[in-house]
């Protein structure tokens, strides 16, 4: 049986059969939807099961899309996903006490102004220490160093009592102290930090067995062979006595010298 035409309805015959898209048709009938010219089997195309020549054919164009139920569901979805996978990268990480910061430009920026900071503070602390502080904090030192001075009279005065019992052995220190005397000169007391540490009674002999340059006013300098008497233990790390070479005496570090 003999198909209809998909343009006019009417029996289409095997001579004037067109089979395209689905459909039978006249090769009459068979033509573009917009400008009406006849097509063939080669220069038609085909949009929604309908022929159209090459210049009227329809272009597609991309359309926002709504918010239906559907898309809302799966944006809710993808969203738990990402937070489910961000707390497990979260529980991961919890026992390691740490967690991998990229260097981004804006973390950059931040290490190098903090860098600049901590330089800019640290030179303003090295210019102060030597200039030297300020009246009022020349006044604040000076209160506390006559507070300590107060605290630690008494040790002070028991450390100055062995003292005259100290012999050096260098014969040009001994005619200082009668020349200062007799011109009422008075020798300036000693650091508290000094009179604390310092201790009382005579002591052992030592020799140094490297160069030193005093680092404070309550240290002494000596250098590499000189003889330390009256050698007085501190601590670990310290000694207390004077340089048989020059008469100096205060604190010096353990590790440069040796027992006789």
Known sequence: MNPNCARCGKIVYPTEKVNCLDKFWHKAC????????????KNYKGYEKKPYCNAHY??????????????????Q????????????EFEKNKGKGFSVVADTPELQRIKKTQDQISNIKYHEEFE???MGPSPSEGAELERRNSQESTNYRRP???????????????P?????????QSYGYKEPAAPASTQRN???????????VYDYNAADEDEVSFQDGD????????????????????GDTGMLPANYVEAI
């Open 30 to 41: 068979f033509h573009c939807e917009t400008c009406k010219m006849t097509l063939n089997m």
């Open 172 to 180: 040009g220190y001994q005619q200082q102290q009668p020349s200062s």
């Open 128 to 130: 102060r220490s030597r």
């Open 198 to 208: 310092a201790p009382s009674g005579g002591g052992k002999r030592f020799r140094a």
């Open 77 to 88: 979805q993808s969203e738990l996903q990402s937070q489910i996978r961000y707390k497990e």
């Open 156 to 170: 002070a005065e028991q450390q100055h009592q062995p003292s005259h019992h100290v012999q050096p052995s260098n």
């Open 58 to 75: 329809p272009k597609q164009s991309f359309t926002m899309v709504a918010d239906t139920p559907e898309n809302l569901r799966l944006k």
């Open 227 to 246: 003889t330390i008497i009256n050698v007085q233990q501190i601590d670990d790390g310290w000694m207390y006595g004077t340089v048989e070479r020059t």
